[in-house]
C-alpha cells in the first residue's frame, strides 16, 4: 500500500435484503484531494460513505482508510476520519461549546487538547459567536457549521461529508463551501452531492456513480474534454443561410453542421469537425475573407450536467456491455 | 474508560437539559409522598404497636411497586430509540467507541438518574425517624438494604428497559415493551393471579423469581446472595442481548 493514497476502495459491494446498493466498485483517493460522489438519489452514495466510516459492513471486498482495513481495523479508522452523514443529525439539547467538547472527549482527546481543539475549530467554522447558544436554536446553516466542526474537531486525515449542502439556503451553501474548499488546504475531503455545479465548484475529481457502480472517475477538467472530444463550434455570423451552407459544404474539414437563424440577420452555426481538430481559426478566417460579420465563436462547453446526463442515460448501459 | 465517562456523564444530562428529569423527579416524589402517607396510616392503625421496621410497611403500598414498574420503562425508553430516530446513533457509531461501551455508559447513566429519584425516600424516613418513640421501626441497616433491593431491582429494569430501547425507532414502542416485560416478570409474583403450582420443584421456581417475595426479604432487612444473583445474572443476561442488538447492524 502506498502511502499516497488515503482511501483504497476494491470491488466493494452490499447487498441489503433483496437489492444491491452498491455493487463492486473499486477506487482510490489520494492524499489531499477534494473527491466529490455524483449521483442520482439512491445510487449508493451513503451506503459507501457509511461502509468507509465503519458504520455499516460491506457484503464483500476491501476498503482501506489510510492503509487500515475498515472491518478490522474499524477504531485505527475511525480515529482518521471525520464524519458528517447525512441530514447532519445533532444532539439539539446541547449548547454548541459544551457539544463540540463531548464530541472532542468522545474522539478520545484529553480534557486540556480538546479544550484547544473545541476552540480552534469554531473559530474556524464561524461559531466563536454562537458557542453558547442551543444548537436546535440555530439556524440550519449553522448547524451545518457545527457538524462540519465536530467533523474537524480531532484532525483526522480524512474528511467524508454526505449531502453538505442540502437543505441550505444561497447563502448558506455559499458559506459551507467556502468552508469546505478552506478545508482541503490541509485535508482529504470526500464529499457526496446530487448537486453537479456543487462538485464543478469544489471539486477537483469526480466519481459518477449510477445504481451501484461506478460510472466515470475522473478530474472535472477532463471529464469535460472527454465530451467536448466531437470539439463543436458554435459561430454566430450575420450572413444569408444560402451563402453560409455553401461555405461549410466546401469546407473540407466539417463533417457535419446545423444552422439555426438567431435575432435580426445572423446565424447560429454550429460545426462538428472531423477529427480532433479546433474549427476556430479556420471559421474566423473564412469570416473575415467574406467580410461576414462574426459575433460570437466558441467551442461548446459541457457542463457536468451534460456529461452526468449523458453518462447515466439508460441506453449507455448497454453500449457498455 | 474516557469515552465510557464522557457518554455517561451525556446520558445522565440529558435528564436534566430539559424537562423530562425534572417531570419524572416530580412524579416518582408524588408517588412517593402517596406511599408515605399511606404508610403512615397503617403505622397508625397497627394494633401492635409497630414492631417490624417501617421500610416493610413501604414495601407493601401500592404505590411503592407503581414507582418501581413504572420509572424504568420512561427512563429507559429514549435512550437508543431516540438516538436512532434522531439519527445521532450514526455519528455516536462512527466515534472510536465500542458497542459495549455504548450499551454499558447508556446503562450506568439511567441507573444513576433512577437512584437520583429514589433518593427522597431517606427523606421519608428520616421524618419518621425524628418523630417516633419506637426507635426500632428505623433501622440503618435496614433501610440500606432496602435500598439496595429498589436499586437491584433498577439494574434489572433498566437493563430490560435498554433492550426494549436497542430494538426500536420508536420511544412508545420502547415504553410499551419494556413495560410489558416488566409487568409480567412482576405478575408471576402476585399469588393471586399465579396460584402456585403443588408440585415442589415449581413452587420452587416460583418462590425464586417472585420480585415481591424479594424484595421483603431486602424490606427486613435481608439481603440473600439468591436474590442478588438472580437480578445480577438477569441484568448482566439482558445488557448482553442489548449488546446483541447493537452488534447485529453489521449482520445485515
Known sequence: MSNSWIIEVENLTKRYAGNTAVEGITFSVQRG??????????????????????????????????????????????????????????????????????RARLKGLGIGRSRARVEVVMEQCGLTDVSRRIIGHLSKGYRQRVGLADALVHEPELIILDEPTIGLDPHQIRS?????????????????????????????????????????????????????????????????????????????????????????????????????????????????????????????????????????????????? | MRAYLTLVRRELGTFFVSMTGYAIIASVLLLLGLSFTDMLAKLNDDPHGAQAPMTEWFYSTLYFWLILLLTAPVITMRSFAFEKWSGTYETLMTTPVSDWQVVLAKFTGTLLFYILAWLPLFGCIAVVRYFTLEPTIVDPWTTASTFFGIVLFGCLYISMGCFASALTRSQIIAAMNSFVIGLGLFLLSLRQLVPVPSADWA?????????????????????????????????????????????????K
Open chain 1, 33 to 102: 484531494e477534494i473527491v466529490g460522489f455524483l449521483g442520482p438519489n439512491g445510487a449508493g452514495k451513503s451506503t459507501t460513505m457509511r461502509i468507509l466510516a465503519c458504520f455499516l459492513p460491506a457484503t464483500s471486498g476491501t476498503a482501506r482508510v489510510a492503509g487500515y482495513d475498515v472491518f478490522t481495523q474499524a477504531d485505527a479508522v475511525r480515529r482518521r476520519i471525520g464524519y458528517m452523514p447525512e441530514n447532519n443529525p445533532l444532539h439539539l439539547d446541547m449548547r454548541v461549546r459544551e457539544y463540540l467538547k463531548f
Open chain 1, 176 to 321: 459551507v463551501r467556502q468552508l469546505i474548499k478552506d478545508l482541503a488546504r490541509d485535508h482529504t475531503v470526500l464529499i457526496s452531492t446530487h448537486i453537479l455545479s456543487e462538485v464543478e465548484m469544489t471539486c477537483n475529481r469526480v466519481l459518477i456513480m449510477h445504481r451501484g457502480k461506478i460510472l466515470a472517475a475522473d478530474t472535472t477538467q477532463n471529464l469535460q474534454n472527454i465530451m467536448s472530444d466531437g470539439g463543436q463550434v458554435i459561430a454566430e455570423i450575420a450572413a444569408p443561410v444560402a451563402e453560409l451552407r455553401a461555405c461549410w459544404e466546401q469546407m473540407g474539414e466539417i463533417e457535419y453542421f446545423d444552422i439555426a437563424p438567431s435575432d435580426g440577420e445572423y446565424h447560429r452555426c454550429a460545426l462538428t469537425p472531423r477529427s480532433g481538430l479546433d474549427l476556430r481559426p479556420l471559421v474566423f478566417e473564412q469570416a473575415r475573407m467574406r467580410g461576414w460579420a462574426l459575433r460570437e465563436l466558441s467551442r461548446a462547453h459541457h457542463s457536468l450536467e451534460d456529461i452526468f446526463v449523458h453518462i447515466t442515460r439508460p441506453d449507455r448501459e448497454e453500449e457498455t456491455r
Open chain 2, 203 to 251: 413452587a420452587k421456581v416460583f418462590s425464586y423469581i417472585s420480585l415481591s417475595e424479594h424484595m421483603e426479604d431486602f424490606a427486613r432487612g435481608f439481603v440473600d446472595t439468591r436474590h442478588v444473583v438472580f437480578y445480577v445474572s438477569l441484568t448482566v443476561f439482558f445488557l448482553f442481548l442489548t449488546l446483541k442488538v447493537v452488534e447485529s447492524r453489521r449482520w
